[in-house]
Every structure is written in C-alpha cells, then in structure tokens.
C-alpha cells in the first residue's frame, strides 16, 4: 500500500498501480511516477488506447504487444 501526503495530509492512498494511474493528483503534488506509468498516459494522451495503466516496463510492453 501507498499512502501520499501533500503538506501532512493524506490525498491518496491505495495499491501501487491504483495510486500511480492518479497522474495529474501526483505530478501536482511535485511526486514523480514510473517511467512506465509517464509513457502510459504519454501514449494515451496521444491517442494510443492502452486499457489499463501501468507502472513496470514488462506491464507497458505486454500492454503494447496486445495492440499488434
């Protein structure tokens, strides 16, 4: 479990990849996220539909490889 505290309050908490695919709450926050997690909403943004985020490298590429 991860919890995120902005100024000692709590604005989320919750298992890793539910906690990471809160992108836009993190990077307010100043907190980065896995490269995997950034390419993710990189690629979605641009119109990529992957169907659920991902935070380690081997989730992005099976996500990928799913698209082919």
Known sequence: ???????GKVITSGPP????????????AGLSVPRATRLYFMLKENGINIK??????????NELCQLL
Do not use: A, G
């Open 52 to 61: 659920q985020p991902t935070i380690t490298n081997e989730d992005l590429v």
């Open 17 to 28: 990849k539910e906690v990471f695919s809160k992108y836009e709450l993190l990077k307010k």
């Open 1 to 7: 479990k991860i919890i995120v505290l902005d100024d």
